[in-house]
């Protein structure tokens, strides 16, 4: 039987010795056919070692806690028992010299001619992920101190907060959104991979300019990627660069935004649409912080900060094959929610102040404030387009104003309330948006009366949220 699955992983035998992760083959007996140089390197134990051998004494004999694990309960060797695969992310292996690491393994059935002849283990040390989630925790416990810090002092510490951050576009006094402020104070002065999250129109943009602006690469650029606006092909010319010649229509040299971002800070916006393909050259470059230009050999080294954006749930993506795992948790460093206007009503007063002071300098108008009414009733609505739709809203109620004092004269839609809306998937949500604002202007994309420009998106980004959304004129 040894000799069987031997052969079985003979094949691939060249491609499994090359992959950074563990490997290792057993046969229907649970002894080793097959141990890969990674697996050796993380254990300190040799293939000559554990061949032929029942290795979980070797390396799997005990838990974390120093309590034993018979090999009964393994859940590698269960596999080889029902056939059934498992994917582990909380045990531990054993050194040779009487360490442990943390693991995360995938332990799978082989099958020859409907017959489970053995299993493959995959597995790699998580050692600096836990270390990660571990400062993360630390940080996080230390923004909710300081969050509940904050909520005790009175209204003068907090206008004194939010003078410190008046000009950046972030401005609230509601507490979740004070905690994300202390948020992005903490993880600025690092160099760590930052995620942030949120719903379209929350301001994820602003929040990754004031990381940049506030991080010690601030003399540098910071250098913007549409994950959305180009296909997969041109997608790895926009970020690598390519040669002269290197496909039809490349007539001259052309530096990537890795390239120009050296140095400096790298924001992916729209993370979430990358194909299958880019994402795998993505995640080399972070790995490796080097690359090559389309259709060049010369490798390229980068020093960048790279932030991340997305309005979707990466998690739930990667639990559905449509994003790679060891991707997200690259990205995944230390994540950073935006919330979404519905939850900080409170703060649509203030962003009401400083949005009509943005328009006055814009439009040449003098509107010295809004009338209580008219904020009841903006702080009624459940805003699906967030602080994108509010600026939107109250641009055009300016540019119809004649008063000092601005009266909103728009009808919102009393029959999807916030706690509705909160039901709707996020798709529906934007999707019923975008179809509001194009019905608005007439179903011109382009052009300065144009969707495009009322959503603050680039021509090409509309078009291509229509066309995964399904929006067509009727």
Known sequence: MAIDI????????LLLNAVGEGVYGFDRDGNAVFVNPASEQMTGWKSEELLGKNIHKYHHHTHANGEPYPSEEC??????????????????????????FPVEYTSTPVFKDGELIGAVAVFRDVSQQKL????????????????????????????????????SGL???????????????LVAQTDSTVLILGENGTGKELVARNLHQLSQRKNTPLVKVNCAAFSANLLESELFGHEKGAFTGASEKRRGRFELADKGTLFLDEIGELSSDAQSKL?????????????????????????AATNQNLLAMVEQGKFRMDLYYRLNVFPIVMPALRE?????????????????????KDIKGISKK???????????????ELQNILEREVILS???????????????????????????????????????????????????????LPDSTLRSRMKKLIIQRS
């Not at 790995?287 to 259709?295: A, K, L, M, S, Y």
């Not at 008219?374 to 994108?388: E, F, V």
Request: aromatic share 6%.
């Open 402 to 456: 004649n008063s000092h004092t601005l009266h909103i004269q728009q009808k919102f839609d009393k029959s999807k309330p916030a706690a509705r809306s909160l039901n709707r998937p996020l798709a529906d949500i934007e999707k019923a948006y975008i179809i509001e604002v194009l019905n608005d202007c007439h179903w011109q994309i382009g052009g300065q009366n144009g969707a495009a420009k009322t959503l603050g």
């Open 171 to 185: 401005e609230g006094n509601s507490p979740n959104f004070l905690a994300m402020l202390q948020q992005i104070k």
């Open 283 to 307: 995640l080399r470059v972070l790995q490796e912080r080097e690359f090559e230009r389309v259709g060049g050999s010369k490798t390229i080294k980068v020093d960048i900060r790279i932030i």
């Open 132 to 167: 990660a989630d571990s400062n993360l925790r630390a940080a996080l416990k230390k923004v909710q101190d300081l969050t509940e810090k904050l909520q005790a002092e009175n209204s003068y510490l907090q206008d004194e907060i939010n003078e410190s951050w008046h000009g």
């Open 374 to 388: 008219s904020l009841t009733k903006l702080a009624g609505y459940h805003w699906p387009g967030n602080i994108r």
């Open 75 to 100: 859940n590698i060797y269960n596999t080889m028992r029902d056939g059934l695969e498992r994917k582990i992310t909380d045990e531990v292996f054993w050194r040779k010299d009487g360490t442990s």
């Open 6 to 13: 031997k052969e079985f992983l003979a094949d691939s035998q």
């Open 344 to 364: 900080r009503i409170e703060d649509i007063p203030l962003l009401c102040h400083s949005i009509l002071a943005q328009l006055n300098h814009k439009l040449n």
